[in-house]
């Protein structure tokens, strides 16, 4: 196979043919080309949507209460329902393997103020462990510890944005902060990956909040998060279960929808992952029937290779060359074009995505790029391919006749 | 060295069966010079191809050097083409983008005799043909009478028992086939069994013996005086 006379054989007739080799090796090139495009595009637009949702906890469930649609347990419609801090305790004793972190919610607004600034802000009264479901990313001092909510601390965790806008140049940490007239400490300064919004928000102590709003128990919304080795078909089940639980606690109608709202991220993943799935299968298969038409071209030039070389051929027979060598130097010789030609198509594709593919960081598609397993695989590929385009050429080539070959008529 | 009995070839044109060699029995010894002559039409070119492997018989016996040639597989041919067979063609047939050298040596390389041993041989065979100086030459750049020297090289180079030349002076003028023919004397004055297919009286009067072929049978096979093509170079 890395014989010196077979190679010198097959850049004798590329060389020759080089508009032709040229072109026919041009439509495989750019089969794979837009193959490891198509590839790598499907995995921009996985990233994007990974990257969307990515700023939360991908294993997380949140729990918000609504009001019920149909009357149960003894109880009319229309029954808001209100959930309570027991919740949170009774949850955790429910599902003592299931629960990772788990915190409540308690939304309020605040006008706050610090010196000559003000602004209005969304706050999120939560516990602890919020900042692990959320992900919240601390740049600067800290966050809510379980200190804070016991003593009802006042003490918030500002955006980004809240400390550019309310203190300017100023360095916030320990500075007090006025929210609807009463002074809180500021105590850490947090980033979100998600968008500007969600540091324009404030996060303190739950506890803290609801003594301001008249002492009361009430939470808005449960966040938690479950053990993060399930595997979605467990994820989705113990969401299930979790429903199931609140609902009966609160008596509302396993059937009713409004009820009560149980929000698993992993759902909206299935969703994506068997969308980007359906898209990658398309884009494999388009770039599939593209490359099947470069194969059928190069099978077409080594069909008329041959017919041009009918009568070498037959010399070579005469002076004994078997029809297995023949098959191999037609083999080679298109297992050659068409390898070198889809290299340069992945070369090319590949630089265009390490060039620009990192550029590219819209919400719905990032950083395009192919890994080292699409590579390998674009590469086994083009070697069947040039075999099967090879193959019949090759097996006619070895079925010429010496005679017909060589006769001069 | 070779022998051939009650040989019968035809060919199928559409409905017609065309009976070319209705039974051909010859016998050709160890360093004989042959000539085959005939008319277009005659047979002799099948006869060739049937002596080259090139082609089956339909019926009859086929022994060369001992060995029975009966249906052979593309590969069995194929080695034994390269082992008992040297051709040479009226055109040549040289392989166009190979050098001299290279030509020559291809019924080596398919001996898988190792490049450089190879080239020595094919390098030694060149000079005995005379084109030594011409070794690194394309095809394109000899002349006639130099291609079929070259073809000559090649034929001998895997050292066969039997050399099988079809028309070799066809496409030269008549002094160039002198050469040729002075050529192919000398191989067969060093022992090597030669045959040769022609239609020209003068070329057949250089070999040793002299078979008439017509309408598929042999009508004529006798010894000649040899005339030594030398006298006319």
Same mark, same amino acid.
């Given at each position: 196979?890395?014989d010196?006379?077979v ?5 004798n ?48 469930i ?8 149909k009357?149960?347990?003894g109880?009319?419609?229309?029954r ?7 919740d ?5 004793q ?7 972190y ?27 462990d919020h ?13 809510i ?5 016991v ?10 944005k ?7 140049d ?12 009463l ?11 998600g ?7 404030i996060?303190?102590?739950?506890s803290?909040?609801?003594?301001i ?45 409004a ?22 299968g398309i ?7 593209i490359l099947?038409?470069?194969?059928v ?11 041009e ?15 297995r ?15 070198i030609?889809?290299f340069?198509g992945?070369a090319?594709?590949w ?7 990192p550029a590219?960081?819209?919400p719905?598609f990032s ?7 699409v ?35 | ?21 209705k ?5 050709v ?27 089956g ?15 052979l ?10 082992k ?19 030509? !020559?040596? /291809?019924?080596?390389?398919y001996q898988?005799?190792p490049?450089k041993?190879r #080239?020595?041989? %094919?390098? &030694? @065979? ?11 030459h ?16 090649r034929?001998?180079a895997?050292e066969?028992?039997v050399?099988?030349?079809?028309e ?19 191989i ?12 020209e009286e003068?070329?057949?009067?250089m070999?040793?013996?002299? !078979?008439? /072929? ?7 096979d006798?010894?000649?005086? #040899?005339?030594? %093509?030398? &006298? @006319?170079?």
């Amino acid at each position: 196979m890395f014989d010196r006379d077979v190679w010198q054989e097959i850049f004798n007739t590329l060389k020759t043919n080089k508009l032709r080799t040229f072109l026919t090796g041009f439509s495989v090139g750019w089969a794979i080309f837009i193959l490891v495009m198509l590839l790598a595009s499907v995995n921009g637009m996985q990233n994007g949507f990974v990257g969307q949702f990515n700023d939360d906890a991908t294993n997380s469930i949140f729990v918000r209460p609504g009001t019920t649609s149909k009357a149960y347990g003894g109880f009319e419609a229309g029954r808001r329902i209100q959930l309570k801090n027991d919740d949170l305790e009774y949850i955790k004793q429910s599902f003592p393997n299931d629960i990772e972190y788990i915190s409540a919610r308690y939304y309020a607004n605040a006008t706050a103020r610090y010196k000559a600034e003000t602004g209005s802000y969304s706050v999120q009264a939560t516990h602890p462990d919020h900042q692990a479901i959320e992900k919240t990313l601390v740049i600067a001092g800290r966050y809510i510890n379980e200190a804070d909510v016991v003593n009802k601390a006042k003490v918030a965790v500002i955006g980004r944005k809240v400390a550019e806008d309310l203190f300017k140049d100023e360095e916030p940490l320990g500075k007090f902060v006025e929210f609807n007239g009463l002074p809180f400490r500021v105590i850490g300064i947090f980033t979100d990956d998600g968008d500007d919004n969600a540091e324009r928000r404030i996060y303190a102590p739950v506890s803290t909040y609801q003594r301001i709003y008249g002492n009361t128990n009430d939470i808005n919304a449960i966040a938690l998060t479950y053990n993060p080795n399930y595997d979605l078909s467990e994820a989705l089940e113990f969401s299930e279960r979790l429903e199931i639980l609140m609902k009966r606690r609160y008596k509302i109608s396993p059937e009713d929808q409004a009820g009560l709202y149980v929000w698993n991220y992993a759902e909206a993943f299935d969703n994506i992952s068997s969308f980007t799935a359906v898209l990658k299968g398309i884009g494999i298969g388009v770039g599939f029937l593209i490359l099947v038409a470069g194969i059928v071209g190069i099978g077409n030039i080594m069909v008329f290779t041959i017919k041009e070389r009918t009568k070498e051929i037959g010399v070579r027979k005469a002076l004994g060359a078997r029809p297995r060598q023949i098959i191999n130097l037609v083999l080679l010789e298109s297992v050659f074009i068409t390898a070198i030609s889809g290299f340069v198509g992945l070369a090319f594709a590949w630089m265009i995505l390490a060039a620009v593919g990192p550029a590219i960081q819209t919400p719905a598609f990032s950083n395009p790029s192919v890994s080292l397993s699409v590579v390998v695989t674009a590469t086994i590929i083009l070697i069947i391919a040039g075999v099967l385009a090879g193959l019949l050429p090759a097996m006619k080539a070895a079925n010429v006749k010496p005679i017909v070959a060589l006769s001069d008529k | 060295m070779i022998e051939i009995k009650d040989l019968h070839k035809s060919y199928k044109m559409g409905s017609n069966s065309l009976h070319v060699l209705k039974g051909i029995n010859f016998k050709v010894e160890e360093g004989e010079l042959v000539a085959i002559m005939g008319s277009s039409g005659s047979g002799k070119s099948t006869l060739l191809n049937i002596l080259g492997m090139l082609d089956g018989a339909d019926s009859g016996e086929y022994t060369l050097d001992g060995v029975p040639i009966k249906n052979l597989s593309e590969t069995k041919a194929a080695q034994y083409r390269n082992k008992f067979l040297g051709f040479i063609f009226q055109s040549f047939n040289l392989i166009n983008y190979k050098s001299a050298l290279e030509n !020559v040596a /291809l019924p080596l390389y398919y001996q898988k005799v190792p490049r450089k041993e190879r #080239q020595e041989k %094919a390098m &030694q @065979y060149l000079e005995r043909v005379g084109l030594k100086p011409w070794a690194g030459h394309l095809p394109s750049e000899l002349s006639g009478g130099q291609k079929q020297r070259v073809a000559i090289a090649r034929a001998m180079a895997a050292e066969p028992k039997v050399l099988l030349a079809d028309e070799p002076t066809g496409a030269l003028d008549s002094k160039t086939s002198y050469e040729v023919m002075d050529l192919i004397q000398k191989i067969n004055d060093d022992g090597n069994t030669i045959l040769v297919v022609t239609h020209e009286e003068d070329i057949a009067h250089m070999c040793k013996r002299i !078979v008439h /072929l017509k309408d598929g049978v042999i009508v004529e096979d006798k010894k000649v005086e #040899q005339v030594r %093509a030398g &006298q @006319y170079v």
